[in-house]
């Protein structure tokens, strides 16, 4: 099983930024892609930015310019540095990862997803 746990959410004005944090803990073979979600008010579940192992990132046309995914592959960790936040940023972000299971030379995946954590973007 992997846990993962999202941090770093909050309340901030327009033109502010934040930074989310999410890390991945249990019994962990190898964690594959992992991606920010978000879901606004009202609104339905959407990607905001994936990253691979090897660092290959793609983001939502909304964020480009403006929003920032990096890992720690050692730390087993992602983080979303938001900047420029505007009211419409406004949603629960959720991390999601896939890990990865060799067995046999067989490769399986398992989605997983954190709980989620608050953004308010207010004046």
């Known amino acids: 099983q992997v846990q993962l746990v999202e941090s770093g959410g909050g309340l901030v004005q327009p033109g502010g930024s934040l930074r989310l944090s999410c890390a991945a803990s249990?019994?962990?073979?190898?964690?594959?892609?992992m991606s920010w979600y978000r879901q606004g008010p009202g609104k339905q579940r959407e990607l905001v930015a994936t990253i691979g192992y090897s660092g290959r990132t793609n983001q939502a046309d909304s964020v480009k310019g403006r929003f920032t995914i990096s890992r720690d592959n050692a730390k087993n960790s992602m983080y979303l540095q938001m900047n420029s936040l505007k009211p419409e940023d406004t949603a629960v972000y959720y991390c999601?990862?896939?890990?990865?299971?060799?067995?046999?030379?067989?490769?399986?995946?398992?989605?997983?997803w954190g709980q989620g954590t608050q953004v308010t973007v207010s004046s």
């Open positions: 249990g019994t962990i073979f190898s964690i594959g892609d």
């Open positions: 999601n990862a896939i890990h990865v299971v060799v067995v046999e030379g067989k490769r399986y995946e398992f989605e997983y």
